[in-house]
């Protein structure tokens, strides 16, 4: 089995729908009507590998059930959502999402990028890099700072293992849109620089590892 997805939404056609894509890639997928449901169901499940979440729901919104998983856990969150609106994006990656996805869509492309996270966070490997007091274990996706373990999502754990791979490079945000989003992410800078603003905090001292190189975008320097 290729992995357990959660798919909430309120429409019961769009849950058949992604369900039936998914399942014929081997996903077991379970459903969730509303944001309770959602939250019920997830919590219900130790072994869930990603969250498809729509944002208008009746009882609890996206957002709402957002902020519930990520108070315990990174997993990877797919938003599905009508409403693209620059300051909708911006609150949801500050809030901890992965990718957007906007309504309608085609489930061929949904599907790819479900398997493209999965592939990115389950073929790490092993390899654990250690730089300045920081240490990634891609195996075991964590991140510590002097010894302390950090609380990073998804995508937080993914930019910073690109700039510590890529360290004293200056790397442009298209590149880091290409490698930590995907070619296919219809992305702008401020997704990058919200990200890294997210990082640098959560790092504390070594955020400033984390350089701007302006006009093109950032580096990694422990130096």
Request: charged share 30%.
């Amino acid at each position: 089995m290729a992995g357990k997805i959660l798919v909430v939404d309120d429409e019961d056609r769009m849950r058949k729908l992604v369900r039936d894509y998914l399942a014929a890639k081997g996903f077991s997928v379970l459903e969730a009507k509303d944001g309770d449901d959602a939250v019920e169901v997830f919590f219900s499940q130790k072994d869930i590998a990603l969250v498809l979440l729509d944002v208008m729901m009746p009882k609890m919104d996206g957002w709402a059930v957002l902020k519930t998983i990520r108070e315990h856990s990174q997993v990877p969150v797919i938003m599905l959502t009508a409403r693209t609106e620059e300051q909708d994006e911006l609150q949801g990656f500050s809030l901890g999402v992965d990718e957007y996805i906007g309504k309608p869509f085609s489930p061929k492309i949904l599907v790819a990028r479900v398997e493209a996270i999965l592939r990115r966070s389950g073929a790490e490997g092993d390899e654990a890099l250690s730089v300045g007091g920081v240490c990634l274990d891609k195996g075991a996706h964590k991140v510590t700072v002097d010894g302390e373990e950090l609380e990073l999502s998804y995508k937080e754990f993914e930019l910073l293992a690109y700039f510590i791979e890529n360290r004293g490079l200056a790397l442009s945000r298209e590149k880091i849109l290409n490698r930590v989003w995907n070619y296919d992410y219809f992305g702008d800078a401020r997704t990058i620089d919200t990200h890294v603003k997210k990082l640098r905090s959560k790092m504390g001292e070594k955020g400033e590892y984390i350089k701007t190189v302006w006009g093109m975008g950032y580096k990694f320097d422990a130096d």
